[in-house]
C-alpha cells in the first residue's frame, strides 16, 4: 500500500518559515516527480513546487519562487518544501503528490497525501 504523508504544517506570523516534509512509504519513487499543490479556501488546487527524483530537477510556481524550496531525501523517501517570507495569501492545504513525469497538473499525480493545514497570520 502506498502512503504519501504530509506533516509540518501550521500556524505563523506574516514573514515567519515552516518546512512542510512528505514521507513515502510502500514502494520507492526513484523515478517518480513529487509534486506540492495548494488549495485555499473559495480556490481550486494549484501547484507550487515539484522535484524530479532521478534528476533532482525542480520547478516553482511563480508566486512562490525565491521564497519557497523543495528538496529530497532519498534515503529518508522523504520530500521537503522549506518555505520562507511567508504572507496570508500562502495559507491552503498542503499536498505532497507523486507520479510518473513532470508536470503541473493535479491529475498526472497518482498517488497523494492527506493534506496539512498552513496558515498565516497578519
Known amino acids: 500500500q502506498v502512503q504519501l504523508v504530509e506533516s509540518g504544517g501550521g500556524l505563523v506570523q506574516v514573514g515567519d518559515s515552516l518546512r512542510l516534509s512528505c514521507a513515502a512509504s510502500?514502494?520507492?519513487?526513484?523515478?517518480?516527480?513529487m509534486g506540492w499543490f495548494r488549495q485555499a479556501p473559495g480556490k481550486e488546487r494549484e501547484f507550487v513546487a515539484a522535484i524530479s527524483m532521478s534528476l533532482g530537477s525542480t520547478y516553482y510556481a511563480d508566486s512562490v519562487k525565491g521564497r519557497f524550496t523543495i528538496s529530497r531525501d532519498d534515503a529518508k523517501k522523504t520530500v521537503y518544501l522549506q518555505m520562507n517570507s511567508l504572507n496570508p495569501e500562502d495559507t491552503a492545504v498542503y499536498y505532497c503528490?507523486?507520479?510518473?513525469?513532470?508536470?503541473?497538473?493535479?491529475?498526472?499525480?497518482?498517488?497523494r497525501g492527506q493534506g496539512t493545514q498552513v496558515t498565516v497570520s497578519s
Open positions: 503528490a507523486a507520479g510518473a513525469g513532470g508536470s503541473t497538473a493535479w491529475g498526472s499525480y497518482g498517488y
Open positions: 510502500g514502494r520507492t519513487f526513484s523515478r517518480a516527480t
